[in-house]
């Protein structure tokens, strides 16, 4: 999709070269190509320093940042539909995408049950989000609800299966449920890309807390 702001620039770059306006005409023309896209970056500011708080560990300024950003999205009821004019034509799930790190940094704070409300609630806003759903997955997993969180895992890869996290999450499930068999196969594509699986299980149990594999 061409966002259609790109367009309408289009159009009058054409109209330009074509009619030859004044110098005034020319800047409020250059204005008007530069303003959208920093109204944009403005108003996802918060979303991206919540990214940049998670990476570096931060939960709680993480937290601050995305709920922020939540409730101002929730105070501009246009905001999904204006996405694709200011945005390239990219449509990107904020919203869902908020709530699921919100979940994210209920996990790193060690409380799974809040982390399950809120990717549950980024499922809602979107279901075919597959961060919302593998930590769901994971969620389900630390609360002993290996089933649910066996589906979860699998709807996630089925929707990605490149998704590396998700396949060594069921692997994991697969695995303390004695069905070695079935874990091998869902790890196989791992091992055929010389990766060592194990270590991988590993660093997610290190990084989630999902008990011995």
């Known amino acids: 999709m061409v966002a259609p702001a790109l367009v309408a620039a289009l159009g009058l770059l054409l109209v330009l070269l074509l009619f030859r306006p004044p110098g005034w005409a020319m800047v409020l023309f250059l204005v008007a190509l530069f303003l959208p896209g920093r109204w944009w970056h403005w108003k996802t500011r ?19 940042e995305f709920e922020a950003f939540l409730f101002q999205v929730s105070r501009g009821p246009n905001f999904r539909r204006l996405q694709p004019y200011f945005n390239l034509g990219r449509s990107y799930p904020y919203e869902a995408a908020g709530r699921s790190n919100l979940g994210v940094c209920d996990l790193l704070q060690g409380r799974p049950e809040a982390a399950l409300e809120k990717f549950r609630a980024a499922q809602a806003e979107e279901p075919s989000w597959v ?10 997993n630390l609360i002993g609800e290996t089933e649910a969180a066996e589906t979860a895992a699998r709807r996630a890869l089925e929707l990605r299966p490149t998704y590396l996290a998700a396949r060594l999450l069921l692997g994991s499930v697969l695995k303390s449920s004695g069905r070695d068999a079935e874990a091998e196969a869902v790890l ?8 060592d699986p194990e270590a ?4 997610l149990d290190d990084q989630w807390g999902l008990g011995q594999m």
């Open 46 to 64: 918060r979303f991206r320093r919540g990214l940049r708080q998670l990476k570096r560990g931060n939960a709680g300024e993480a937290r601050s």
């Open 131 to 140: 961060p919302a759903l593998y930590g769901k997955a994971v969620a389900l």
């Open 188 to 195: 196989a594509p791992v091992v055929e890309e010389g990766r």
């Open 200 to 203: 991988l299980l590993r660093a």
